[in-house]
T-cell receptor
Framework: NAGVTQTPKFRILKIGQSMTLQCTQDMNHNYMYWYRQDPGMGLKLIYYSVGAGITDKGEVPNGYNVSRSTTEDFPLRLELAAPSQTSVYFC???????????FGSGTQLSVL | QKEVEQDPGPLSVPEGAIVSLNCTYSNSAFQYFMWYRQYSRKGPELLMYTYSSGNKEDGRFTAQVDKSSKYISLFIRDSQPSDSATYLCALDSNYQLIWGAGTKLIIKP
């Protein structure tokens, strides 16, 4: 049972480059989330989705975009990468808003 | 002032000790209180979940909530080296989760 799978695990970007972080889940969860985790800070919600075709901004959406064309996939797009986007990114999913979150193993991103 | 405060540690204790991990919060609207455990280079996983003041026990773990003091705790009895991880509190109000920064716990054999 794979759960939530994120790729890549590590990536180094140059300032101004773009990339997509991939996230897929096999639990048929409606709700999916993207968080970033910075040292000494709590997880910050970037974007979330309540189902295919529906996305909404979280606490820190600037510089990111998402799409949700299928129940399984929820990619996060970084346009014009900046050093402030250096972080560990986690994708998560849940059956409903009241249910526990299942997290992927994270993507460590450095923008230099 | 952050909505949720959590001592970052690291907290280092010998194997078998009782561990107390704590979070304080400022918003009395929080209704649900969770503890997640995060091993190095892994995503967080839910450990305990409670929505009322008082204690909730699960094996060696006890979650305690004091809404009047806006204070939550996680106690670990008979701590094991496998408990070494970062422990994150997460508080929910109207389906919005606010996370503590996490406390790094090290259990020395």
């Amino acid at each position: 049972n794979a759960g939530v799978t994120q790729t890549p695990k590590f990536r180094i970007l140059k300032i101004g480059q773009s990339m997509t972080l991939q996230c897929t889940q096999d639990m048929n969860h409606n709700y999916m989330y993207w968080y970033r985790q910075d040292p000494g800070m709590g997880l910050k919600l970037i974007y979330y989705s309540v189902g295919a075709g529906i996305t909404d901004k979280g606490e820190v959406p600037n510089g990111y975009n998402v799409s949700r064309s299928t129940t399984e996939d929820f990619p996060l797009r970084l346009e014009l990468a900046a050093p402030s986007q250096t972080s560990v990114y986690f994708c998560a999913s849940s059956y409903s808003l009241e249910e526990k979150l299942f997290f992927g193993s994270g993507t460590q991103l450095s923008v230099l | 002032q952050k909505e949720v405060e959590q001592d970052p540690g690291p907290l280092s204790v010998p194997e078998g000790a009782i561990v107390s991990l704590n979070c304080t919060y400022s918003n009395s609207a929080f209704q649900y209180f969770m503890w997640y455990r995060q091993y190095s280079r892994k995503g967080p996983e839910l450990l305990m979940y409670t929505y009322s003041s008082g204690n909730k026990e699960d094996g060696r773990f006890t979650a305690q909530v004091d809404k009047s003091s806006k204070y939550i705790s996680l106690f670990i009895r008979d701590s094991q080296p496998s408990d070494s991880a970062t422990y994150l509190c997460a508080l929910d109000s109207n389906y919005q989760l606010i996370w503590g920064a996490g406390t790094k716990l090290i259990i020395k054999p």
